[in-house]
């Protein structure tokens, strides 16, 4: 994973808080709005006779929202959509497994979606199944500028292409039947973006042709230290192709489900170096055109100062219709590739949090939890 005053400021001590169990189905605006949000990120377990034992856990901890991991790798965990059904679950629906034994608890259900994010590198990770899509739509594969996928620059993630109007189609389509299939509680989208890291993306046949039909320019050839104002028109046209697939999906919940809550995971520090930071996600305007209900700064710095500079960030471009749902991050015993070298404890974040008076926050993630040399203790204190 990819987080003003709000719409309702919701400051309740932790004494004051109903139980996790407290809410039943149907979850409502007014149902989050009463209670403190809090979050937990979860993959599904290989093992689904897993299932009870973790959402259990999750139960008594205090959580009572769980972000499921819905759509990751090009494959999902249920049967029937346009996308492949994860190999492991196999006739087997783990998703309708978890809505149901989730709602039994109290605990609301948010897909949480990779959008453009649709391939793992298997010869980096083998034990992950490939995604066929690329092979049967070789053209919605996003490249750089150097004509290679976008995994030579963020590892081992490889994306569509986000200005492909054929893909943006495909995944409408999934949206619109996982929405309309199946009860749950929010549609969260992550890697709802280009790819990151040294070299830019979005130089596909398509939106070549696109981008120069549009301004006689071919952004192959540009570059951004010689042709300054050309450049940040090109940054600008990828920004827009994702802005506009969000508010397509915003437009489909909101006519399809509108009691659903859409979220939207984002790197909360873009604007600072907008011209070459390659995610070309414009989440301030999403903001400005109320097409999300919640948004989630990714807030992992490594400093309490840090993490609350980025969710400022944040809180400065809010229209205060949107809900501010930072993701936090726990330490683990072992250090991996996604974390700061230092995480503060998660009863100073949860404090600082609750001293900004935000109605609630996240937790990444699950398996993080299980590494954490507290565990699921961490949070006896703070819920």
Known sequence: MGWGILFVLVLISCSTHPKADSLQK????QDYESREFRGVWLRP????????????????????????????????????????????????DVLQMFIKESHKLGIAIHAWTEVFYLRVDTAKYPQFPKSPLFDKHPEWLLLTK?????????????????????LQNFLLEF??????????????LDYIRYSAGSYDAGYTAWAREAYKKETGNDPKFMDMTQDPDDWMQWVRWREDRVTDFVARISDIVKKTKSEIILSASVFPE??????????????????QKNFLDMIIPMAYASSLDSIKGEIREVMQRNSQNTW????????????????????????????????????????????????NEKGFDSFKTVY
Not at 26 to 29: E, G, H, L, S, W
Not at 272 to 287: A, E, I, P, V
Not at 329 to 340: C, D, F, H, L, V
Request: aromatic share 14%; net charge negative; glycine share 8%.
């Open 26 to 29: 149907n979850f409502t605006r």
């Open 45 to 92: 377990p290989q093992n689904i006779e897993e299932i009870p034992q973790i959402l259990d856990n999750i139960q008594k901890a205090g959580f009572n929202v769980l972000f499921l991991e819905t759509l990751y790798h090009g494959y999902v965990i249920y049967p029937g959509s346009n996308f492949p059904q994860r190999p492991e679950y196999e006739g087997r």
């Open 146 to 166: 150097q004509g290679q996928s976008s995994d030579v620059s963020e590892n081992a993630h490889i994306f569509g292409d986000p200005a492909n109007p054929s």
């Open 175 to 188: 949206y619109s039947d996982l929405i309309r299939r199946y009860d749950i509680d929010g549609v969260n």
């Open 270 to 287: 873009y604007y600072k170096n907008r011209g070459d930071h390659n995610t070309f996600q414009d989440w301030g305007s999403w903001l």
């Open 324 to 371: 501010i749902i930072p993701a936090l991050a726990i330490s683990t015993k072992t250090r991996n590739e996604y974390q700061a070298p230092e995480h503060p404890s998660i009863e100073e974040q949860i404090g600082l949090i609750r001293s900004m008076k935000l109605m609630g926050h996240s937790l990444f993630c699950y398996d993080w939890i299980l590494q």
